[in-house]
């Protein structure tokens, strides 16, 4: 229930320590992965292969701080690279939206195991304590068959 969140609040976090440094790393077959700028990049590099994987880490000096918006990218000029470029407002955006939706589908269904658990009326909220199943609410006159 709270990892949503989290990873909302993570997926902030990196795009903004992203405008101030990039990490990546990078196997020895050439294929990569990071962020930097506002943006995650992955691919493949067609170049010689490495020994050993490689992580890398780098600052942003105060003049380069910019966040991309979208795909700076509108196509990769390395012909030995292959690039994808993602916004990373684009997950963080996803997920927050996939979590506000779980979080208010639990909500109403906790509302109605109260409204059940307590014998109320849906409608209302009238108490149908003695009242059969499939009368009419005394409050609301609507009529609700209890389970």
Not at 105 to 124: D, G, H, M, S, V
């Amino acid at each position: 229930m709270w990892g949503g969140p989290a990873l909302t609040l993570a997926l902030i976090a990196l795009w903004v320590a992203s405008g101030w440094w990039s990490v990546g790393w990078t196997s020895r077959n050439g294929v990569f992965f990071g962020a930097g700028v506002g943006l995650i990049a992955f691919g493949i590099s067609f170049r010689s292969p490495t020994p050993i994987d490689r992580i890398g880490f780098s600052t942003f000096e105060h003049s380069q701080y910019t966040l991309f918006w979208w795909d700076p990218l509108f196509g990769n000029p390395d012909p030995q690279e292959a690039v994808t470029l993602i916004p990373l407002w684009i997950p963080t955006l996803c997920v927050f939206t996939v979590t506000t939706i779980a979080w208010r589908l639990n909500i109403l269904a906790r509302q109605r195991e109260r409204i059940a658990r307590l014998n109320l009326c849906p409608a209302c909220g009238y108490c149908r304590a003695g009242i059969s199943g499939d009368a009419k609410c005394p409050e609301c006159g609507e009529t609700h068959l209890s389970t």
